[in-house]
């Protein structure tokens, strides 16, 4: 793999984690739990590859119709990720992102995710983004509103102003992205920046990956040919 050009950024949909546990005879939460420690092991892996931005959709905007026990928990795991947990982001020098709308969050999830942005803004060794209570629709929609209250005038938008007023406008577009479980959807993942994204769909579930599934990634990656429409 020495001779691989990791990804600058990759987009992981994270997806498969109900049906991992359903097919073994655990609760939902369980697949919940087991696709959550999933998460840092793949990034992890991914930033030593070489990747620089890995970006996760942990939770969509559609994801509250669920229940309200698996929402509870949802957000349980975000807060355990945010806060007991961080230790293992700062350890290895990764910095958080939240990508999102705050609409429907506890004040007590909105400053422990403040929290935890701001005590690893400083790290270098790479960047993790968490796609939490996120939706790409509305992402686009929130960045317009911001244009429209900056008094921009019609002929001032462009691509620039617009990637200035995404979520994390300091993310780059997205170079390949992974969905898991076998789903071939897009599902209102990072809209904006996955014009030109590679996209890979693996028959396995979220808690399956292992880090081997990464260097396979990064392979396949590097044997594809990207145009961006030329």
Known sequence: MSNNIAPKHIGYIVDGNRRWAKERGLSTYE????????ISKIALASFDAGVKYVSAYIFST???KRSEEEVGKLMGLVMRLVTTDLSELEKNNIKLVILGSRDNLSDSVKKAVDK???KTANNTAGTLALCFNYG????IIDAVKKIVQ???SA?????DLIEQNLYGPEIPPVDLVV?????QR???FMLWRIAYSEMMFLDKYWPDMTESDVADIINEYNSRSRRFGG
């Open 31 to 38: 697949g919940h739990l087991a696709g959550y420690k999933t």
């Open 62 to 64: 559609e994801n509250w």
């Open 116 to 118: 935890a942005v701001l």
């Open 136 to 139: 790409g629709h509305q992402e």
């Open 150 to 152: 900056s008094g921009a």
């Open 155 to 159: 002929d001032e938008v462009s691509t």
């Open 179 to 183: 969905r898991t479980s076998g789903e």
């Open 186 to 188: 897009i599902s209102n």
